[in-house]
Structures are given as structure tokens and as C-alpha cells.
């Protein structure tokens, strides 16, 4: 795991959250070598498509999503090389790598003792990931593949939770029931967003992301960071896919929406700007029928997907 002191400031890690969360983090989101480097070589653009395909027959994820991402239907068994090349150059290896990285935290998820609240945590999942993917899009200077990232990564955390204890969506997120931090304090000794702050870190995404994940949270625990213009950058997307995602036109803090040019809402009465209203219709679309993303199940659905976990009690028996 990359050293927590080069993101989170040393004091943060004599807080007890904070060594919960890496603890959790690290039992339930268990990231080898060889994965470790096919991912952050991917997100940091250190790899070409010869070394991703070398290192991620050892990666242990599933590449056969790529496959599905790309729109390519091999006939039967697993992938062949030259398919799996050109799922590769279709999608481009940074985002080849983001799909491997959401893949392979959904098999950690269905490799533990899940419980039965999964399909709604990961429907909220994708939809923050496609929302994400579609603000990142408008804005030019964020792009899709970071934009992708910063949605799945509000839920990365609550997904990591669920692994480690079946029952935490359910104590901590039911429906009619604030956020309470108290709560998954005294529960499990830290909160949702700092075991995702983790994740991000052990998924090669790097440590502005990881960090503008905790200033958005807005909860610092006694950590002292130095807000740099690409952390409030960072931040300031975060907050605005939250908004979205939660139905709202924009950010409820003033800053946060004029960061980005393209879509900075007007402020003269009857004034438009197109570009957010085509963020807002395509968003609309999301919220209203769900994301259509289903490429990180082992089936075409998540009925399907449901009927398999019932067959297959055991945790140990759900390989993808």
C-alpha cells in the first residue's frame, strides 16, 4: 500500500479511525503486487497496451469485462489475447484500467458474506459512477475517465464496508435513516468515506483523489492538509456529481459552482447556458431510470446475479 504519509498527514494516523479504516480497507480490499502495478501503471499512463496485457494475466480480475465494456462478444470460454487487445485499444488503457478496478472491488464484495442489501448499494454505485462519467464529459479539463472515478468513489467505501460486515448498509444507510458518523464511528470504529479514501489509494488512483474525497466528506479528523488548487479542484467535482446525483442542479456551495467554465450556472435572470442544461438532461435520464451499467456483474442482471448468489451460499463458490 502506498504510505499513508504521503497523503494523510502523520497526526491523522494516531486518530484510531483512521488506522480502522486502513485495517478494514485492507482485509476487504486486498490488492496484490501484480494488481497494484497494472492499475496505477494504467491510471498513470506508465503502461502500453504489451505491458497491460503481460501483467494482467497475473492481475487476478476478470478481463472478460473489458470485453463487455467495448461491445465485444467472444463466442465462447475466456478472452483471447486478440481480443482482449482490441477491447484494450477500443477503451483506451486508462479507462480499461478504471473498469478493472470497479470489476475487481465488486469480487471482493461477492466474495464475502454479503447479506441481501448488495443490489441496492451497488445500483446507488453506478449510478454515481455514469453520473460521474457524464459530468466529466462537459467538463473539459476534468474528462470521463476521472469524472468516472470520483462517482464510484463516494460509494467505494460504503462497498468496502459491506464486504467486512453484511449488516453495515443496512444499520447505517436504511432508508428514512440520516448519515449518522456517531454511529459508524461507535459500530466499526470509523466512517464510510475514510475506508474509501484508502480504497483509492490501493486502487492506483492517487492521493489528490483519495484526499479530495476526505475535504469533500468535510470531515478532517484532526488531519491537517495542505488545500492545494487541484484538491479544491478535485473537491469542487466531487461536489458537484453528490449534487447531481442527488437531484439537485448544482452545489449547494456557492464556490464550488463556478469552478468549471462550461457549467457554471447563470446569474442573470432568464439567462441559459446549454451546456448545463444538456448535463441536466442527461442526468435526468440516469436518475430516472437507473444506469444502464451492468458490466461489473457476473450476469446480465441483477436478478440473474441474485438467483446465483442464492445458488451459491458460500462465498468461496462465487468466482467470475
Excluded at 497496451?49 to 470485453?67: C, D, K, Q
Excluded at 447479506?115 to 462537459?138: A, C, D, P, V, Y
Excluded at 467486512?164 to 447505517?172: G, I, P, R, S, T
Aim: net charge neutral.
Amino acid at each position: 500500500m502506498t504510505s499513508p504519509s504521503t497523503s494523510f498527514d502523520d497526526s491523522a494516523l494516531k486518530d484510531p479511525s483512521w488506522k480502522r479504516a486502513r485495517a478494514i480497507c485492507n482485509k476487504s480490499l486486498p490488492v496484490h503486487s501484480n494488481l497494484s502495478r497494472l492499475l496505477r501503471g494504467a491510471w498513470t499512463g506508465g503502461y502500453d497496451l504489451h505491458e497491460m496485457l503481460r501483467i494482467l494475466s497475473f492481475s487476478g480480475t476478470n478481463p472478460n469485462v473489458l470485453l463487455k465494456v467495448a461491445g465485444i462478444h467472444p463466442s465462447q470460454g475466456p478472452a483471447s489475447r486478440e481480443l482482449l487487445e482490441e477491447s484494450i485499444t477500443r477503451l483506451g488503457i486508462r479507462l480499461s484500467g478504471i473498469v478493472l478496478s470497479i470489476s475487481y472491488t465488486v469480487q471482493c464484495l461477492f466474495r464475502s458474506d454479503i447479506g441481501t442489501h448488495w443490489r441496492s448499494l451497488l445500483q446507488e454505485t453506478m449510478n454515481s459512477t455514469e453520473i460521474g462519467s457524464i459530468f466529466g464529459t462537459k467538463v473539459v479539463s476534468l474528462g470521463s475517465e476521472l469524472g468516472t472515478v470520483l462517482g464510484f468513489g463516494r460509494y467505494l467505501g460504503q462497498i468496502i464496508m459491506m464486504a467486512y460486515n453484511k449488516d453495515y448498509h443496512k444499520a447505517c444507510f436504511a432508508p428514512n435513516k440520516p448519515n449518522d458518523p456517531a454511529l459508524q464511528i461507535d459500530r466499526y470504529g470509523c466512517e464510510s468515506y475514510q475506508v474509501g479514501a484508502f480504497g483509492l489509494q490501493e486502487l492506483g488512483f492517487g492521493a489528490d483523489v483519495a484526499m479530495s474525497l476526505v475535504l469533500a466528506a468535510g470531515n478532517l479528523h484532526n488531519m491537517h492538509i495542505e488545500v492545494t488548487p487541484q484538491l479544491t479542484y478535485l473537491r469542487g467535482a466531487f461536489l458537484w456529481i453528490d449534487a447531481l446525483h442527488l437531484g439537485r442542479n448544482y452545489p449547494a456551495e456557492v464556490a464550488a459552482r463556478s469552478l468549471f467554465p462550461e457549467i457554471t450556472p447563470p446569474r442573470e435572470q432568464n439567462a441559459r447556458n446549454q451546456q448545463l442544461e444538456s448535463l441536466h438532461a442527461e442526468i435526468s435520464r440516469v436518475r430516472s431510470k437507473g444506469s444502464s451499467w451492468t458490466w461489473h456483474l457476473p450476469f446480465p442482471s441483477y436478478e440473474e446475479t441474485m438467483e446465483w448468489i442464492t445458488a451459491h451460499p458460500s462465498p468461496a463458490d462465487r468466482v467470475f
